[in-house]
């Protein structure tokens, strides 16, 4: 249904991934293989979204990113339509489709975050940080995952709850880069990004 109202299956895919997603960029042949669709439609939708104001584009290395617009005038109502995010447009969306897939499986997880290659801001110096009681065989397949799916070396930390907080606290200056950084936030049981 929602395709008939918004006019293309494509364009609903697309709205759907970047609104998961609201701080990741991505790449034509990358959104391709996420939507599963042809190519030339994925151009065509990327070029109606973009000359409407929902996406905004980058070159970067040769390469065309794509990601949603956060300025856009109507970017709440339809981060509510399309997101499968549990927070609130504004607020760090922590993306419920993530947190339901192979990241929990490897342990106690109480913050995953995604950052430096998959939001394009290497201020932080590392990918991906893991927050909790980690099982090191469960945490090794799945960076090994993540590293097959991006074809290339993950940079990744895991801290222990108790760790992270200190170093919170005393504003580590690792923490606070990562804190900072522009990120995706997979996983955070107890608003450990947002609160003081």
Excluded: C, W
């Excluded at 395709?3 to 364009?11: A, Y």
């Excluded at 939507?35 to 065309?64: F, H, K, P, Y």
């Excluded at 447009?89 to 997880?109: E, F, R």
């Amino acid at each position: 249904m929602i395709e008939q109202l918004f006019g293309s299956k494509t364009r609903v895919k697309l709205l759907q991934l970047f609104y998961s997603n609201p701080n990741r960029s991505f790449y034509v042949r990358e959104i391709t293989r996420k939507i599963d669709e042809q190519i030339n439609s994925v151009r065509r939708e990327l070029a109606n979204l973009l000359s409407i104001g929902i996406i905004s584009s980058e070159t970067n290395n040769n390469r065309l990113y794509y990601e949603v617009n956060q300025k856009y005038d109507y970017y709440e109502p339809l981060f509510q339509i399309f997101s499968d995010t549990t927070a609130k447009p504004g607020k760090q969306a922590v993306s419920t489709a993530a947190a339901d897939n192979t990241i929990v499986s490897i342990g106690n997880v109480e913050l995953a975050i995604y950052t430096g290659h998959f939001t394009r801001d290497d201020s932080a110096g590392v990918d991906i940080l893991i927050v909790g009681d980690i099982n090191p065989t469960q945490l090794n397949k799945y960076i090994g995952d993540v590293e097959k799916h991006e074809g290339m070396d993950m940079r990744y930390t895991v801290l222990s709850l108790s760790e992270f907080l200190y170093r919170k606290e005393v504003n580590d200056r690792f923490v606070s880069l990562v804190l900072a950084s522009k990120k995706q936030v997979l996983v955070d049981k107890h608003n450990l990004v947002n609160k003081p």
